[in-house]
């Protein structure tokens, strides 16, 4: 009877085992087929105050920019100013300032020309060039009926485009185009009540796309300031060989075209209007996002695509600069890194959202930046991955109010990575 007793036992413990064995088996997978966990990076903790550099000044910085040749960092701020910092020495020094009447005079855009030697400042109503070394300054644009909002040189640093719109509906003018090499100033219209949201050079500086709010491009000869053609959309880049651009706007697909204004090929995602686009570096593909889970990677020469899910809403895509690996980020709280060549998936888990992943210049590292509003745990990190070494710097203690945290960056050379802080600008060395 014992024995029987014993044998029964025996048997029902060995059926639990097989029906949790069974159950394991059941349970959904949390990873894609072929994905790699998160769990082989070596993370370490970090927070602001743990910096290799402190750059401090009396406000926190709207915009940081780093020279191209990385020694120095252009920041500005609210109160009409902007600042250059010495990297090797931490030393900063008043570059620029102007007189703001309201809170909308604040600097809106900064950056270096492509030689490190001038920088554009472009605020509500002015817009300046400066002579790093002397603080020499030339006004390209001061007037009242004219705002501007962003600037941008193009690669071979002869032109600048100044993007913004009229202070009064009953203009036309969304942008300035200025080329250096000969003087010239061009007026870009666009019909009432527009005004600029995109600019992009062609990689040679020879051409130039414009997009407005109402879903209306402009291909422009960025020399003489012709246009050339005209396009439905809001954004619109170029590819990088130049040989085509891309528009995207309120249709639910996106257009590309040939960069003599004709349509080449049409690129579908689940009938969706698509949130963000971006070209492989060898131009050959293109990766749409919508406001969906889903990421399309299509092959331009003959069409075909594949998709890849999130759980979540998409926020982002980019390439690495070998295009090798894309990086998409979800509000799922994941980051994937997908092998192009295989199709296999690197999943980098978050502990919320994930706003942004930026890959550096080389692509050796990948930046992320986790935020959500919860009322009862608010998360705010962000998270540098060394791609070679298999580490991950988590920072967190960050400000409780969002600062520009999008304009965290690598330097070009990839020796620091800088974002603003309360009152400063902090620096970790890579």
Not at 198 to 225: C, E, I
Not at 290 to 298: D, G, I, P, W, Y
Request: hydrophobic fraction near 35%.
């Amino acid at each position: 009877m014992k024995n029987l007793k014993l044998q029964t036992l025996s048997q029902l413990a060995c059926a639990l085992s097989l029906l949790s064995a069974c159950n394991e088996q059941m349970k959904p997978s949390l990873e894609p087929k072929g994905a790699r966990a998160y769990g082989d990076f070596k993370s370490s903790a970090a927070a602001p105050a743990d910096a290799d550099l402190k750059l401090p000044f009396t406000d926190t910085p709207e915009n940081l920019r780093f020279s191209p040749d990385s020694r120095t960092l252009l920041t500005s701020f609210r109160d009409g100013t902007v600042q250059i910092s010495e990297l090797e020495t931490s030393q900063s020094r008043l570059l620029y300032q102007q007189a703001v009447a309201n809170s909308e005079d604040w600097i809106h855009s900064i950056g270096f020309s492509p030689d490190g030697r001038q920088s554009v400042i472009a605020s509500r109503n002015t817009t300046a060039l400066v002579e790093i070394a002397t603080g020499e300054t030339k006004l390209l644009i001061s007037q009242e009926n004219f705002r501007t909002y962003g600037v941008n040189f193009s690669p071979d640093g002869q032109s600048l485009i100044a993007m913004g719109g009229p202070e009064f509906y009953a203009e036309t003018t969304i942008g300035k185009l200025f080329n250096f090499s000969t003087g010239a100033t061009f007026s870009l219209t666009f019909p009432q009540h527009s005004f600029a949201k995109r600019a992009a050079f062609s990689r040679d500086s020879r051409l130039l796309l414009v997009t407005s709010n109402l879903d209306l491009g402009k291909l422009y000869d960025a020399k003489s300031g012709q246009d050339l053609a005209s396009f439905a959309g809001d954004e619109a880049q170029f590819s990088p060989d130049g040989r085509y651009f891309a528009a995207s706007g309120k249709q639910d697909f996106l257009q590309i075209y040939t960069t003599q204004g004709q349509p080449f090929r049409k690129v579908d995602h689940e009938q969706h209007p698509i949130w963000n686009f971006a070209f492989s570096p060898d131009s050959q593909q293109v990766v749409t996002t919508t406001e969906r889970n889903s990421v399309r990677l299509t092959d331009l020469r003959d069409g075909a695509s594949k998709t890849f899910l999130h759980d979540g809403r998409v926020n982002g895509a980019e390439f690495s600069s070998d295009g090798k690996i894309l990086a998409t980020a979800s509000d799922d709280g994941t980051v994937k890194l997908i092998n192009l060549a295989d199709g296999s998936e690197r999943l980098l888990a978050h502990p919320d959202r994930v706003s942004l992943a930026r890959f550096s210049p080389s692509g050796n590292f990948l930046f992320t930046y986790v935020f959500t509003n919860s009322a009862n745990a608010p998360v705010r990190e962000l998270r540098i991955f060394d791609l070679r070494s298999n580490s991950v710097k988590i920072i967190s203690g960050l400000e409780s109010e969002s600062t520009a945290y999008d304009d965290a960056s690598f330097s070009p050379d990839e020796r620091y990575f800088a974002f603003p802080v309360e009152k400063s600008v902090v620096i970790f060395k890579l």
